[in-house]
């Protein structure tokens, strides 16, 4: 059975951080690529970030370039989300996802559109207070 288990989030002050995990299992983790939506009330789901396991390209919307680091940590099959710098405009269910990923790049044309994704997490709450 695969598992995309999510945890962190919650509620942080503007300019604060908080940090989300996304912790795989039933899955060849180092075949994926796993990216990182998120939605905002009244909004649709936006592609945030994306990690590839397989050639370890990175990937980031531009509103939170230099703000948002995701990192792999391979031994946990867990990808992170380090979100710094924190605004009210952050306020959204965070979700994790993943593709296979055959790697040389080819990510980068497949990581911000949701139907390119197999398997989601369970999603998570960030709220950023002003």
């Known amino acids: 059975e695969v598992q995309f288990v999510q945890s962190g989030g919650g509620l942080a002050q503007a300019g604060g951080s908080l940090r989300l995990s996304c912790t795989t299992s039933?899955?060849?983790?180092?075949?994926?690529?796993i990216g990182w939506f998120r939605q905002a009330p009244g909004k649709e789901r936006e592609g945030v970030s994306c990690i590839s396991n397989s050639d370890r390209h990175i990937y980031y919307v531009d509103s939170v370039k230099g703000r948002f680091t995701v990192s792999s940590d391979k031994a946990k099959n867990t990808v992170y989300l380090q979100m710094n710098s924190l605004n009210p405009e952050d306020t959204a269910i965070y979700y994790c996802?993943?593709?296979?990923?055959?790697?040389?790049?080819?990510?980068?044309?497949?990581?911000?559109?949701?139907?390119?994704?197999?398997?989601w997490g369970q999603g998570t709450q960030v709220t950023v207070s002003s």
């Open positions: 039933g899955i060849n983790f180092d075949t994926y690529a």
């Open positions: 996802a993943g593709f296979l990923d055959l790697g040389y790049g080819s990510s980068w044309s497949r990581w911000m559109h949701e139907a390119e994704y197999e398997y």
